[in-house]
């Protein structure tokens, strides 16, 4: 069974920086070129190299899930889809992620259950580690800052309130079309009814 990577303990959604990187790829359509210009200009304005090291690549790890449409739709679209864009790329970049997305929160919001707590998560993680055993090897600390970041990230792409209470999403039709007809099955990571989506090609 494919390892969960459970490296996303760095900051949040970075929307601010993820959208700068981007414009930055439409102009060089080089990650490398972007990281080494990321790192020699601290365009991230952190205080440490190490920082700066770190958050780039967790970053453009993340971008270079989405396509070029997604990513120019990332660059020039409306806050909230530049929100469910990258809350995208979190999902294709961490898998565990988008199966919390789409066994817990989709699953929650379909049963007209809208609230969503740090113990949904725990009881996600436990039955999860049953069949990964790196998850067993996570230390609580660790699996603590992951939740916290999770929800953060939520909170940030706009599918959470502060209260905790899953937002319902509106997918523009604009950006249903730059998602790739090999990736329709994405739009599973978002809370909605399937029915929203009549007429949409999938």
Known sequence: MEKYKMSFTTGGLFSRESTKLAMLFLELRDWDAIRDKVLAENL???RTISSSQRVCREIISRLKSLNPSELELLVHGTAQEQGYLLWIS???????????AVEIIRERYLGLKADLHYEE????????????????????VTRNKLRQVLFKILREAG???????????????RLL???????????SFFPFFES???GWKK
């Open 159 to 173: 599918l959470l309130t502060a209260n905790n209470t899953i937002n319902t999403v509106m997918l523009s039709p």
């Open 177 to 187: 079309e730059a998602i790739p007809p090999g990736s329709r099955q994405d739009v």
């Open 44 to 46: 991230l304005q952190t």
């Open 121 to 140: 998560f725990d009881s996600f993680f436990h039955r999860k580690s049953e069949w990964h055993p790196e998850l067993e090897a996570i230390q609580l």
């Open 90 to 100: 979190v999902c294709r970049s961490y898998k565990f992620i988008a199966e919390f």
């Open 196 to 198: 929203e989506l009549a």
